[in-house]
């Protein structure tokens, strides 16, 4: 069992038949996990569909009622990149509600994972770049609406610049808006973010992982949020279809392991969405996703100073009840 909640929809498919995104890793990254043993069926939540209230929130009510209604124009469409059905609609609308229970999640334990989720290239009246809507900034928006949280922070490491997030929370002093990616790569043009790191082509893990650390301090040194969205792509790895970095399957879990470290390290919760990912080999893909929930597992427990020794943390294990214990406290005095 892990010692955070895994929110999972069987109908998170996005159902897009033959497309280089392959929306089938999220059942795919959920099964691996209960195969694996990593997880058990009682770490899953299941969300419901975010309601279209909570999408007007970052949407505009024209772009809601033409995805509600299919009335996208052929251009609308060929910028989405992906095809339009009612499935794919409600897919989106879950995986933004399960944004909006991470983020819940992550505020009562510490973490929580959405096996979806990070749809970042989303504007607030169009998508495109395979993101209908933005699910990240839906649930900043809910949980800001419910008080349950002033400001956040995105951390986003997808290989692809998040231009939807930095466009809808420009104004905004609430969101600090952090961006690794690479460079010469979509989207054009990259709206700025509060900390843009453009990267140049097949940077391997060491001098990523400087870059990355080095600006986790700077952000965390200028800004201290109530809750962290991370956006962590599968792309950045080296075998990726659409990415240009040359991260190793090891230098990512490490990319991952750096953000979680920081946020604990000051007691910042951690709601994870898992965005792009289009390896040659799908089983990369999911490996890499599966891998972020492990480096999150690993931080949670390291967090008592005692070796990650195996996979026992059952709920009622000491070890579980006292890091949900500290969690609390430390809630309660970071708020
Ligand atoms: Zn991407």
């Not at 409600?90 to 749809?119: M, P, Q």
């Not at 104004?171 to 843009?196: G, W």
Request: net charge negative; glycine share 8%.
């Amino acid at each position: 069992m892990l010692p955070f909640k895994l929110v999972y929809h069987d109908r998170y498919d996005l159902n897009l038949g033959a497309h280089v995104f392959p929306s089938q890793k999220y059942r795919l990254v959920k099964e691996a996990l209960l195969a694996r043993r990593h997880a058990e069926p009682l770490d899953l939540m299941a969300p419901e569909r975010a309601a279209d209230e909570d999408v007007l929130l970052v949407h505009t009510l024209e772009y809601v009622r033409k995805l509600k209604t299919g009335t996208l124009s052929p251009s609308e469409l060929m910028r989405l990149e992906i095809p339009y059905s009612p499935e794919t609609v409600e897919a989106f609308w879950l995986a933004a509600g399960g944004s909006i229970l991470a983020g819940r999640k992550a505020l009562e334990e510490g973490l929580a994972a959405n096996l979806s989720g990070g749809f970042h290239h989303a504007f607030p009246d169009h998508g495109e770049g395979f993101c209908m809507i933005h699910d990240v900034a839906i649930a900043i928006r809910r949980l800001q609406a419910d008080r349950a949280i002033r400001t956040a922070m995105v951390v986003d490491t997808d290989v692809h610049h998040g231009n939807g997030t930095a466009a809808i929370f420009r104004n905004d002093d609430s969101v600090f808006t952090f961006s690794i990616h690479q460079e010469n790569n979509y989207p054009l043009p990259k709206p700025p973010s509060n900390i843009d790191l453009n990267l140049p082509d097949g940077i391997g893990d060491e001098d990523y992982l400087a870059i990355l650390e080095n600006h986790l301090v700077k952000a965390f040194a200028q800004f201290h949020p109530d809750l962290l969205f991370y956006v962590g792509g599968a792309d950045p790895y080296r075998e990726d279809q659409l990415g240009g970095l040359a991260l190793t399957l090891e230098g990512l879990e490490r990319r991952d392991g750096i953000v979680f470290e920081h946020a604990r390290h000051r007691f910042v919760p951690v709601a994870i969405t898992l965005a792009g990912g289009y390896a040659r080999h799908v089983e990369d893909t999911v490996r890499v996703h599966v891998n972020t929930i492990l480096a999150a597992r690993d931080i949670a427990l390291e967090i008592h100073g005692v070796e990650v020794f195996c996979d026992c943390a059952r709920s009622l294990c000491p070890l579980v009840r006292s890091f949900r214990a500290r969690l609390d406290s430390a809630g309660s005095g970071s708020s």
